[in-house]
């Protein structure tokens, strides 16, 4: 498919690395409409790619994204929104089953900022800027910005950001567990591509069932989610890669559990 507003490659040892870049430098990457539906078709076609191991996301140097197009929002009324679902379809990233990598430099502000909460791991260049302006439009975050970042950094540093519209900094990011790395700006995607080749060295279904788990953490409770990770641990003794285990252990002159 061609692209108006990102780009599809793929990088890393032996192409097992997908990078969508946001391409709309005009606006900073400002999340209109087709853009959102460029992403969802981009990251949902690297997810089917059996050759594909990780997704990254990435924008420029100067904006991942400046949120949500600001020219398309302002003239919605509550019956235009409610009506015609606006944001419906915003989630295509959460869709992919392989582990998303947001490689944030500069703005990833109000949806932008969500839009990197969706992915799996934010790795930030150092002059990244997260922050949920929204208030100071006169209204709230709508994709994830009072969810995902509170469970994310927690209640007091959400509500702070999200009431004040004050955005942090890569370091605050890092301190805050938003991030889990800070890099300089023309190392960043080099350093995701590496991540990325890192999780490819591992079996893509169980990396997937893996995924699976640790984002049940974050919709169910414990009880729930102790007996579904038990049970999807069960899962991977179906899978050839745990016969790799049986084989490393015989390697190491333990008794050979035949399949
Ligand atoms: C549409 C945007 C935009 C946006 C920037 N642009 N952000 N267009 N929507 N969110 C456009 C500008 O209009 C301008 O276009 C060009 O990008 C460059 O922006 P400048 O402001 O000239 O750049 P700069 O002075 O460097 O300032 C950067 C900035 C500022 C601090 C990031 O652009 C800014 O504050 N943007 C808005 C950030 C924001 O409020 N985001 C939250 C949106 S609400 P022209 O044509 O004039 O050159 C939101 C709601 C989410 O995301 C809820 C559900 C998803």
Known sequence: PSYEYVTVEKRGEGSCVGLVTLNRPKALNALCDGLMKEVEAAMLTLDKDPGVAAIILTGSEKAFAAGADIKEMQNKDFVDCYMGNFLEGWDGVTKCKKPVIAAVNGYALGGGCELAMMCDIILAGEKARFGQPEIALGTIPGAGGTQRLTRAVGKSRAMQMCVTGDPINAQQAKDWGLATSVHPPDQ????????????????????????????????????????????????????????????LFTSFGQKNNSI
């Open 188 to 247: 960043l995607v080099a350093e995701a591509v590496k991540l990325g080749e890192r999780i490819g060295q591992h079996s893509k279904l169980v990396v997937a069932i893996c995924k699976e788990s640790v984002n049940n953490a974050q919709e169910l409770s414990l009880h729930e989610g102790l007996h579904v990770e038990k049970r999807l641990f069960y899962t991977t003794f179906a899978t050839v890669s745990i016969f790799s285990i049986r084989t």
